[in-house]
T-cell receptor, first 110, second 114 residues
Framework: RKEVEQDPGPFNVPEGATVAFNCTYS??????FFWYRQDCRKEPKLLMS???SGNEDGRFTAQLNRASQYISLLIRDSKLSDSATYLC???????????FGKGTRLHILP | EPEVTQTPSHQVTQMGQEVILRCVPI?????FYWYRQILGQKVEFLVS????????KSEIFDDQFSVERPDGSNFTLKIRSTKLEDSAMYFC????????????FGDGTRLSIL
């Protein structure tokens, strides 16, 4: 099983729709989780941290399920500017090794 | 808002030459990282650095690679004898404190090995 696994997509979603991605991780000792977005040929930019109780930031909601070892990202009322690749990032605190998923490509259609 | 800066934005080097990529992390951050991303592939961890020493490195980070924080502000990645397969985007990142805090990335150096 890969350390961090994501559906590569692409997800083609009409503007205004709701879309959700999952990410699974293999190491149960993983402690910190993040969602980043990456635009074509640009650096990863932090979208949000993922907290154990789940958290929301505007149109974005992140959830963590430790029992099943996955995190999710929900985007409501999607905008054209949400088109990007969404990267799941897992940090094993013990050795400060950061693992990126391959990313999920999202295209918002006008 | 403070940001991580990287220079140069694009470096073209002959195979076998040494290259140094430079980064200035956010000033009050304590943890520093290098990643690479080959075109079309995922972001790969290379090395983490804390308290003036390497804290973790990946299998990619072999004897050809080294990192240094020479003056308290710069954080450099050196590749001693470059190979064609070193061509990639190299990202520097820094983090303020504990590992539940996110990393902030520079906008990268595109390294092209000829």
């Amino acid at each position: 099983r890969k350390e961090v696994e994501q559906d590569p997509g692409p997800f083609n979603v009409p503007e205004g729709a709701t879309v959700a991605f999952n990410c699974t991780y293999s190491n149960s000792a993983s402690q910190s989780f993040f969602w980043y977005r990456q635009d074509c040929r640009k650096e990863p930019k932090l979208l949000m941290s993922v907290y154990s109780s789940g958290n929301e930031d505007g149109r974005f909601t992140a959830q963590l399920n430790r029992a099943s070892q996955y995190i999710s990202l929900l985007i409501r009322d999607s905008k054209l500017s949400d088109s990007a690749t969404y990267l799941c990032v897992v940090n094993m605190n013990r050795d400060d090794k950061i693992i990126f998923g391959k990313g999920t490509r999202l295209h918002i259609l006008p | 808002e403070p940001e991580v800066t990287q220079t140069p934005s694009h470096q073209v080097t002959q195979m076998g030459q040494e290259v140094i990529l430079r980064c200035v992390p956010i000033s009050n951050h304590l943890y520093f990282y290098w990643y690479r991303q080959i075109l079309g592939q995922k972001v790969e961890f290379l090395v983490s650095f804390y308290n003036n020493e390497i804290s973790e490195k990946s299998e990619i980070f072999d004897d050809q690679f080294s990192v240094e924080r020479p003056d308290g502000s710069n954080f450099t990645l050196k590749i001693r004898s470059t190979k064609l397969e070193d061509s990639a985007m190299y990202f520097c990142a820094s983090r303020k404190g504990s590992s539940n805090q996110p990393q902030h990335f520079g906008d990268g150096t595109r390294l092209s090995i000829l």
